[in-house]
């Protein structure tokens, strides 16, 4: 009782759960659940991306695309570290990705058709996950919410550089001004789903506020990711594919229109453009890599025996 007296208190004070703290295993499992889908979804994020890196324009643009995809994996390790401080194990949590037992975000399911693909990404999709990681970076689990700042500041980087590719290349040709509108016409939507649910039907998002796991609803942050984007698309010169689109005096906000949820859940359940081959790539790359894992495993042994 006096435990889990002491942890509403730390909650409501807005102060940190620490690893060594008692937590009650509702919140603990909710924790998991969503640090791995969160650490999952940097890993499975890295091969949209990744596979355009051989085939980047210039050397330029191919060291940047490099740079991005590998602080992917590095976000992905420290989540995946944030998960193992509450007693989660790291070949458990693959078992459960690879065996399609653990969801990732749906955006990734989708192909990048062109190069202007890596230029939405960064612009939409990390913007995206800006605002949805930002408010996270306040969440009430201690290590969660530090790794989250580290990440929060290298996704503005990303965001910035989609922004400015976007941008040469809304300067450019005709060819590629087209390849920059119908990669928005196809990236939109599927964004404002990596916000989850409507409040409604998401049956995660009233235990996760009052844990203060969560800092908003997913409406709230998807609101915000809306206005946020209207001035950058306009900027930028293109149109964003919704024609319900229209600023709201009333509510301060703009409105949009309605989002295709079947097609959200259709996705999230494995029936997406990309699931099987991004999950199928993942479980490969894991093959392909029992060997270092038992190289390491072989080392720190011999060193124990040495110690
Ligand atoms: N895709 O009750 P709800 C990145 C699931 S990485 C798939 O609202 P919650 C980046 C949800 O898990 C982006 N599944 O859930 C990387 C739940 O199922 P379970 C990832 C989704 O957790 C590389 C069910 O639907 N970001 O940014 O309260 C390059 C009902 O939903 C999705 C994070 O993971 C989805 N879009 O709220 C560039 C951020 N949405 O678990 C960028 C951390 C919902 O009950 N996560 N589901 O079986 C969160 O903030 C929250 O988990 C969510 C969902 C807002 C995503």
């Known amino acids: 009782m006096d435990l889990e007296r002491e942890f509403e ?8 759960i620490e690893p060594r703290d008692w937590m009650p295993e509702g919140y603990r499992k909710t924790l998991v659940r969503q640090i791995a889908q969160h650490a999952h979804s940097e890993i499975i994020g890295m091969q949209p991306e990744g596979d355009w890196i051989s085939r980047a324009p210039s050397l330029r643009r191919k060291a940047i695309l490099l740079a991005k995809v590998q602080d992917e994996a590095g976000h992905g390790l420290y989540l995946y570290a944030a998960a193992e401080t509450l007693g ?5 949590l693959t078992a459960r990705l690879v065996e399609g037992r653990q969801k990732y ?14 230029g939405v990404i960064g612009w939409l999709v990390d913007g995206a996950a800006i605002c949805n990681q930002v408010p996270l970076c306040r969440t009430s689990y201690g290590p969660y919410a530090r790794a989250m700042i580290r990440i ?8 910035r550089q989609g922004y400015e590719l976007l941008m040469t290349m809304m300067r450019g040709t005709r060819a590629q001004r087209d390849m920059v509108r119908d990669a928005v016409d196809r990236w939109w939507w599927p964004a404002l789903m990596m916000f989850g649910p409507p409040d409604e039907e998401s049956a995660n998002t009233e235990r996760s506020l009052a844990w203060r796991i969560k800092r908003h609803t997913n409406d709230e942050l998807r609101q915000r990711f809306v206005d946020m984007s209207v001035p950058q698309a306009e900027k930028l010169g293109v149109t964003l594919p919704d024609p319900k689109l229209a600023w709201n005096a009333e509510r301060g906000h703009y409105d949009f229109g309605e989002i295709d949820w079947a097609e959200f859940w259709r996705v999230v359940k494995g029936d997406g453009p990309c699931n099987a081959q991004r999950v199928a790539h993942r479980r490969e790359a894991h093959e392909d890599g029992a060997w270092v894992r038992e190289a390491a495993a072989a080392y720190a042994a011999m060193r124990e025996r040495a110690a």
Request: aromatic letters at 12%; charged letters at 30%; one cysteine or more.
């Open 152 to 159: 929060c500041k290298e996704e503005s980087f990303h965001q």
């Open 105 to 118: 975000s749906s955006i990734f399911n989708y192909p990048t058709l062109t190069f202007a693909d890596v």
């Open 9 to 16: 208190r730390v909650v409501a004070a807005d102060h940190r």
């Open 88 to 92: 989660a194990d790291r070949d458990d």
